[in-house]
């Protein structure tokens, strides 16, 4: 089965950066969409991010200007950097394709504290 795991979440004040990492298996990676999502406790999970194949991406009006997502095909990588961060942005963090292929991580934690 393929599988994500997301990295390099932390507590960070806000105003700060962080900047996250999904290494992807199986040799799908290179044809599907991908995609970091967040829930935040006691709402469900959004999807945040998307970056098509070639590199088109898009972003919820929430995170425009503040977010960046890339991805690398050759590595099987997606990263979120994340600037600008707010406490509203605290949630946990995951990354998947745009159809849901892989089998959902364990994501990795951001904390903003205000």
Same mark, same amino acid.
């Given at each position: 089965?393929?599988?994500?795991?997301? #990295?390099? +979440?932390?507590?960070? *004040? &806000?105003? /700060?950066?962080? $900047?996250?990492?999904? =290494?992807?298996?199986?040799?799908?990676?290179?044809?599907? #969409?991908? +995609?970091?999502?967040? *829930? &935040?406790? /006691?709402?469900? $999970?959004?999807?945040? =991010?998307?970056?098509?194949?070639?590199?088109?991406?898009?972003?919820?009006?929430?995170?425009?200007?503040?977010?960046?997502?890339? $991805?690398?095909?050759?590595?099987?990588?997606?990263?979120?950097?994340?600037?600008?961060?707010?406490?509203?942005?605290?949630?946990?963090?995951?990354?998947?394709?745009?159809?849901?292929?892989?089998?959902?991580?364990?994501?990795?934690?951001?904390?903003?504290?205000?």
């Amino acid at each position: 089965q393929v599988q994500v795991v997301e #990295s390099g +979440g932390g507590l960070v *004040q &806000a105003g /700060g950066s962080l $900047r996250l990492s999904c =290494a992807a298996s199986g040799s799908i990676f290179r044809l599907v #969409s991908m +995609g970091w999502y967040r *829930q &935040a406790p /006691g709402k469900q $999970r959004e999807l945040v =991010a998307t970056i098509t194949p070639s590199g088109v991406m898009d972003y919820v009006d929430s995170v425009k200007g503040r977010f960046t997502i890339s $991805r690398d095909n050759a590595r099987n990588m997606v990263y979120l950097q994340m600037n600008s961060l707010k406490p509203e942005d605290t949630a946990v963090y995951y990354c998947n394709s745009n159809t849901h292929a892989y089998a959902w991580g364990q994501g990795t934690q951001v904390t903003v504290s205000s």
